[in-house]
């Protein structure tokens, strides 16, 4: 049975602003700057910007890997004080074991974590199953990660997120890694097991990170455009564009305009940061 999408935002940054120490120097470093934003349940909204805007640094906040230095960050109106299981994480590097088949990654956090607290044997085995059948890796179980190309560990990584059944997905730049024709076939296949044809109080929600503006104008529902140095949320852009998202979705003069629309604004951004990629303080991505 579906569940009513609660009142109120799913996420919340109020005021949020985070700084480091540069360990050399002693210097302090602005990675984030007073940033406010509501993510609703049930949304896909992906942040968009140049290296080091902080798009990163956001997620960890959300996920409770770090806290903020001023403001609060919240999931349904509490304040995110650490990590927890209804927050999960896909990572672009995989993160699998590689002593472990796909079926053991995929049932580790179910095996030895809190998500599988009370789940029978055969009831975690059967969410394993299923969780593979929806990434595509049916007959790859056994399969240890260095026998499966790119796409399919990070199908396998979204697998092993997935059976845990959290409330909502981080995702920092899962396909960055990938060529070009596995991330557009992985792109259709989130949206799918996100559920977009499905009832929004059945979805996920999902926080993506992507440099890819394509990408970006694809998958989403909202777009976050931030700026560099220090890193600031400089525009909030709803995507209109009908789902479900197809081929056809890119050609449409409407995914062209928006697209162009979120480069012109971050065009100057990008060739800053290009330009001081090396330079040493810059700041977290």
Request: glycine share 10%; hydrophobic share 40%; proline share 6%.
């Amino acid at each position: 049975m579906s569940q009513p999408v609660p009142s109120g935002p799913k996420l919340r940054l109020d005021g949020v602003r985070k700084t480091f120490t540069v360990p050399r120097s002693g210097a302090t470093v602005v990675a984030v700057e007073t940033a406010d934003l509501t993510i609703e349940a049930g949304e896909f909204l992906t942040i968009v910007g140049p290296s080091g805007c902080g798009k990163s640094t956001i997620l960890n906040m959300l996920a409770g890997l770090e806290l903020p230095t001023e403001g609060t960050v919240a999931m349904d109106g509490r304040t995110i004080t650490g990590p927890a299981a209804e927050r999960g994480m896909v990572f672009q590097d995989y993160a699998l074991f590689p002593w472990k088949t796909v079926f053991e990654n995929v049932e580790f956090g179910l095996r030895y974590g809190p998500h599988g607290k009370g789940l029978s044997t055969a009831e975690r085995r059967r969410r394993v199953a299923r969780c593979v059948e929806l990434v595509g890796l049916g007959g790859s179980e056994q399969k240890y990660p260095h026998e499966l190309s790119g796409g399919m560990r990070q199908r396998c990584g979204i697998a092993r997120l997935v059976a845990n059944e959290p409330d909502v997905l981080l995702m920092d730049e899962p396909f960055a890694a990938l060529d070009a024709q596995t991330r557009i076939i992985l792109q259709e296949e989130l949206l799918r097991i996100w559920g977009e044809t499905g009832n929004r109080a059945e979805r996920r929600t999902v926080v993506f990170i992507t440099h890819a503006i394509d990408e970006a104008v694809f998958l989403s529902d909202r777009v976050v455009v931030m700026s560099a140095h220090p890193g600031r949320i400089i525009e909030v852009l709803d995507v209109g564009l009908p789902r479900p998202r197809t081929d056809a979705t890119r050609t449409r003069p409407e995914f062209q305009a928006l697209s162009q629309a979120i480069w012109n604004l971050i065009r100057d951004e990008v060739y800053r940061a290009a330009t001081a990629a090396g330079s040493a303080g810059g700041a977290r991505d």
